[in-house]
């Protein structure tokens, strides 16, 4: 079962274009939501995060779009650069009791020069 | 600051070989998490360990996997009796606090496991 959905698999913009990347969850105990962005080869990083008593944190040309009551939330990299390009997961965490991060399956993004 | 270090990068075994995987984690980090990552797959909790101690193995197959982080030395993720559907990236991470409020993990590079 997976806990967190995400979509698009896999995501080509041009440069300076807007990415989009979409997750939703069910379990309504999940209380802290983090990016992670990975380069071939490497591990994930954290990139931002939220928690469900904000709907957006922005962070330089990355944002967080938070929707509690559609349990959905949203990745937005805007002016697109080629170096964005990677493979983005959204996770998420029941926070306290609980030390496991569920992460979806990623969408690779290819930002063309 | 070293970031967290994973042993071997690569590693290549035949069927019912053992492959043995490690993980320094970052300096002051006490929390240590092994994830597995498959092809086309998002990462996949397998285990929670501070010093000495399993915290949580619920993500672990229940046979043939183990993992140990003694008092010295670094974090041991043991796979006996390798299978094909063992090869897989395995990922180390390491936290200074509990991930489960921060969400914050630092992630090693990988050990990617080829069963042949």
């Known amino acids: 079962q997976q806990q967190v959905k995400q979509s698009p698999q896999s995501l080509i913009v041009q440069k300076g274009g807007i990415s989009i990347i979409n997750c939703a969850y069910e379990n309504t105990a999940f209380d802290y939501f983090p990016w992670y962005q990975q380069f071939p080869g490497k591990g994930p990083a954290l990139l931002i995060a939220?928690?469900?008593?904000?709907s957006e944190k922005k962070e330089g040309r990355f944002t967080i779009s938070f929707n509690k009551s559609a349990k959905q939330f949203s990745l937005h990299i805007m002016d697109s650069q080629p170096g964005d390009s990677a493979t983005y997961f959204c996770a998420a965490t029941e926070g306290r009791g609980s030390e496991k991060l569920v992460f979806g399956k990623g969408t690779k993004l290819t930002v063309n020069p | 600051n070293a970031g967290v270090m994973q042993n071997p990068r690569h590693l290549v075994r035949r069927r019912g070989q053992e492959a043995r995987l490690r993980c320094s984690p970052m300096k002051g980090h006490s929390h240590v998490y092994w994830y597995r990552q498959l092809p086309e797959e998002g990462l996949k909790f397998m285990v929670y360990?501070?010093?000495?101690?399993?915290?949580?193995e619920s993500g672990m197959p229940k046979e043939r996997f183990s993992a140990e982080f003694p008092k010295e030395g670094p974090s041991i993720l043991r796979i006996q009796q390798v299978v094909r559907g063992d090869s897989a990236a395995y990922f180390c991470?390491?936290?200074?606090?509990?991930?489960?409020?921060?969400?914050?993990?630092?992630f090693g590079e990988g050990s990617r496991l080829t069963v042949l």
């Open positions: 991470a390491s936290s200074p606090r509990l991930a489960g409020v921060t969400g914050e993990l630092f």
């Open positions: 939220i928690r469900p008593d904000v």
């Open positions: 360990l501070q010093k000495e101690n399993i915290i949580d």
